[in-house]
C-alpha cells in the first residue's frame, strides 16, 4: 500500500493566490484563497505566500500529515526556482528567488513553475483517463498559455525558459501582444481578442457596445445566432486552428487539451476549433492527435502544483531524504 504522502499547493494568480492540502491520490484536504492584492507589491504578496505555507503546515502537524514539499505556480519564467520575469499582472516580479525564500520558513522542498506549465501537469496527472505521453495543453483567457507534456515529462526548454505557446508568431503585422511584439497567437486568439474583435464588430455595425462584455456574454450571443457574435467566433476559430495546426506540425501530439473558461461552453467550441485544426494541419502528423477540453476546471493549478512534489518526492533516494 502506497504511503500517504500530502502536498502544499499554491496557483499565485494576480487576483488571487488558491491553495490547498492535496493527497497523493489527487484528493483535496484544504482547497481555499484569498486575494493577491498585487498592487500593494512584491513584498505583501510574498508575506501572503509565507502566511499561508505556515497555516497549512500548521493544520498539516496537528493532523501528523507528512508533507512531502510545497508546490507553487506563478506567472513567468522560472529557472530552478528564480524568478526571471514575464510575469505582467504581477509587481516586480522579476530577479526573484522565490524559491530560496521561501525555504527558509519550511524544512521541506519548495518547488516553483510556470503556472501554465502546472496546469498541465495537473491535467496530465489527475485528468487524463488514458496515459499518453505526448500531450499539449492551451489555456484561453486573458492571455493564451500553454504546456507540453513530451514523452510522458514536462517540458520547458533549455533550462526552463521555453514553452511559450501563446507567443507563437501567426502576423507580421498583426495586434500588439502583451510580450512588447506584434501578432502572437494570444493577441489574436485569447478572449481578450475575442472580446476586441467582437466590440469592433458592433461599432462596424453602429450597435451599442453593451457595458459588461466578457467571454459568457459572446457565448451567449453566438448561441441566440448574433451576427457580430458569429462573425466574432469566427475569427477567433480561424486564429486558434492557426497556431494549433502549427503545434500538430511540430510536435505530433496524441492529444490537445484545451482549458479556460471559454473552453466549458458548448461542444460548439471544441467542435469547430477541431474540425478547422485538423483543415490546416498536415495529414501525417494530425492523424494520431485529438483535441479536448480540461477537466479540472480551476483546480488544475493547484493539483498540478501538488503532482510537481510528488513527482520529485518520487526522484530523490530514500538514503537522500533521510539525511535531509
Not at 483535496?28 to 498585487?38: F, G, P, Q, V
Not at 507580421?172 to 502572437?184: A, D, Q
Not at 479556460?260 to 501525417?284: C, Q, V, W
Not at 483535441?291 to 530514500?318: C, M, R, Y
Request: aromatic share 8%.
Amino acid at each position: 500500500m502506497e504511503t500517504e504522502k500530502y502536498a502544499i499547493s499554491i496557483d499565485l494568480g494576480g487576483t488571487y493566490i488558491k491553495y490547498a492540502l492535496i493527497r497523493n491520490d489527487g484528493s483535496t484536504i484544504i482547497d481555499s484563497k484569498i486575494l493577491t492584492e498585487a498592487e500593494k507589491g512584491r513584498e505583501h504578496v510574498i508575506g501572503l505566500l509565507k502566511q499561508i505555507i505556515s497555516e497549512v503546515k500548521l493544520i498539516s502537524d496537528a493532523k501528523n500529515y507528512s508533507i512531502a514539499g510545497v508546490g507553487l505556480g506563478t506567472p513567468g519564467i522560472i529557472d530552478n526556482g528564480l524568478i526571471l520575469g514575464g510575469a505582467e499582472n504581477l509587481p516586480e516580479w522579476d530577479s526573484l528567488p522565490l524559491a530560496g525564500i521561501l525555504n527558509k520558513i519550511i524544512d521541506v522542498p519548495v518547488l516553483i513553475e510556470n503556472d501554465a506549465n502546472l496546469m498541465g501537469l495537473g491535467e496530465y496527472t489527475f485528468g487524463l483517463e488514458n496515459p499518453e505521453s505526448d500531450i499539449i495543453f492551451i489555456t484561453v483567457g486573458t492571455g493564451i498559455g500553454g504546456a507540453m507534456i513530451l514523452n510522458g515529462k514536462l517540458y520547458g526548454g533549455y533550462r526552463n525558459r521555453g514553452a511559450e505557446l501563446g507567443h507563437i508568431r501567426l502576423s507580421n503585422n498583426g495586434e500588439k501582444c502583451s510580450c512588447g511584439t506584434h501578432g502572437c497567437f494570444e493577441a489574436h486568439a485569447s478572449v481578450t481578442a475575442l472580446i476586441r474583435d467582437y466590440k469592433y464588430l458592433l461599432t462596424r455595425a453602429n450597435k451599442k457596445i453593451p457595458p459588461q462584455v466578457d467571454g459568457k456574454y459572446i457565448v451567449n450571443r453566438y448561441l441566440n445566432n448574433e451576427k457580430e457574435a458569429g462573425e466574432a467566433f469566427n475569427i477567433h476559430f480561424d486564429y486558434m486552428a492557426a497556431g494549433l495546426a502549427s503545434l500538430v506540425n511540430i510536435f505530433s501530439p496524441q492529444r490537445i487539451v484545451i482549458g479556460g473558461g471559454i473552453s466549458e461552453a458548448e461542444d460548439f467550441y471544441i467542435n469547430e476549433i477541431e474540425k478547422r485544426t485538423k483543415a490546416l494541419a498536415m495529414k501525417e502528423t494530425q492523424v494520431f492527435t485529438r483535441i479536448s477540453k480540461a477537466k479540472l476546471g480551476n483546480k488544475a493549478g493547484t493539483l498540478g502544483a501538488a503532482a510537481l512534489v510528488f513527482k520529485h518526492e518520487a526522484q530523490v533516494p530514500d538514503q537522500v531524504k533521510s539525511m535531509g
